[in-house]
């Protein structure tokens, strides 16, 4: 069984930066490829970016590339997702998770979501 809890939330002015953690508790997320996906109230949660269990493969929806970046340490059991130059339509609750292989859109395991919120 994998646990994930994320931080890193909060409000943050457009233009600013954040970085969002994924940890793991229980169990290594080491074998795991991790995606990060958010959702807004009233819309479909979509994926923003996935990184492979090594490290070695990541993608990145078209509306984050260039401004994001996925990362892992799995030394420290945790998953990372800098956000630069954030905009008001990146406003949601960010979700990372855990599937073998690569990210789809049926993970295994789910975190409870940290809440970015980007406005003047």
């Known amino acids: 069984q994998l646990e994930l809890v994320e931080s890193g939330g909060g409000l943050v002015q457009p233009g600013g930066s954040l970085v969002l953690s994924c940890a793991a508790s229980?169990?290594?997320?080491?074998?795991?490829?991790i995606g990060w996906f958010r959702q807004v109230p009233g819309k479909e949660r979509e994926g923003v970016s996935c990184?492979?269990?090594?490290?070695?493969?990541?993608n990145y929806a078209h509306f984050v590339k260039g401004r994001f970046t996925i990362s892992r340490d799995n030394a420290k059991n945790t998953v990372y997702l800098q956000m630069y130059n954030l905009k008001p339509e990146d406003t949601g609750v960010y979700y990372c998770?855990?599937?073998?292989?690569?990210?789809?859109?049926?993970?295994?395991?789910w975190g409870n979501g940290t809440l970015v919120t980007v406005s003047s």
């Open positions: 998770a855990a599937r073998n292989n690569w990210c789809m859109k049926q993970m295994d395991y």
């Open positions: 229980k169990s290594s997320l080491a074998s795991y490829a």
């Open positions: 990184i492979s269990y090594s490290g070695d493969s990541t």
